[in-house]
């Protein structure tokens, strides 16, 4: 595709409720990573996928947040349990190969827990 | 642990002054340094990519330089214009991190007519 797309653009989600972001990352990118952008901060890191293998999962908060890439194409964040202080912009992130090259960011996800 | 520090938070200028927009870093063992721009709801748009070795990347009117020892970074952006009007964020990767993204908070722009 052109660009990073991602989807919801926007969640209103219930506290308790389980919500799944998507990511479509620009074809041939071999990496993936996601971000947690809290109001007026910048971008946290969450996790990184090199293809469809999972390298680094140190930012996530907590084992509610689980992330997939199962074909080392599009891939879903999944938050069960929701709580309110989950409520941020989640951004996916792609770049070409080993991660040191340019990052291309969607759109991002705005997720709000009432 | 490193930490990224971009100053001012916030800055407005007229229209045509140049901008000189601040990102420092506490360890300088750094891969990289990208410059983005966000607007409002957006994601983020990458503007300048620096490699470690070199001390500046010039695109259009952005100028972008490093100096890896002081863990200083400044982006330039000269003549500024209304459209110019967003957040810019500094970001350092390292080495042994797989490309992961440190992020400053950002400094947020607004350039008058």
């Known amino acids: 595709g052109a660009g990073v797309s991602q989807s919801p653009r926007y969640k209103v989600a219930k506290r308790g409720q389980d919500v799944a972001l998507r990511c479509d990352p620009i074809s041939g990118h071999v990496s993936l990573f996601w971000y947690q952008q809290a109001l007026g901060q910048g971008p946290e890191f969450l996790t990184y996928?090199?293809?469809?293998?999972?390298?680094?999962k140190s930012g996530l908060p907590s084992d509610r947040f689980f992330a997939e890439r199962p074909e080392g194409s599009v891939s879903t964040l999944k938050i069960q349990r929701t709580q309110q202080e989950d409520s941020a912009v989640y951004l996916c992130?792609?770049?070409?190969?080993?991660?040191?090259?340019?990052?291309?960011f969607g759109q991002g996800t705005r997720l709000t827990v009432v | 642990k490193q930490e990224v520090t971009q100053i001012p938070a916030a800055l407005s200028v007229p229209e045509g002054e140049n901008l000189v927009l601040n990102c420092s870093f506490t360890d300088s063992a750094i891969y990289n340094l990208q410059w983005f721009r966000q607007d409002p709801g957006k994601g983020l748009t990458s503007l300048l990519l620096?490699?470690?070795?070199?001390r500046e990347q010039t695109s259009g009117r952005l100028n972008a330089s490093l100096d890896k020892s002081s863990g200083r970074s400044t982006l330039y952006i000269a003549a500024s214009q209304p459209g110019d009007s967003a957040t810019y964020l500094c970001?350092?990767?390292?080495?042994?991190?797989?490309?992961?993204?440190?992020f400053g908070a950002g400094t947020q722009v607004v350039v008058t007519p």
């Open positions: 996928f090199q293809n469809e293998a999972q390298l680094d």
């Open positions: 620096i490699q470690s070795s070199q």
């Open positions: 992130a792609s770049s070409l190969v080993g991660g040191h090259t340019e990052a291309f």
């Open positions: 970001a350092v990767s390292h080495s042994d991190s797989w490309g992961k993204l440190q």
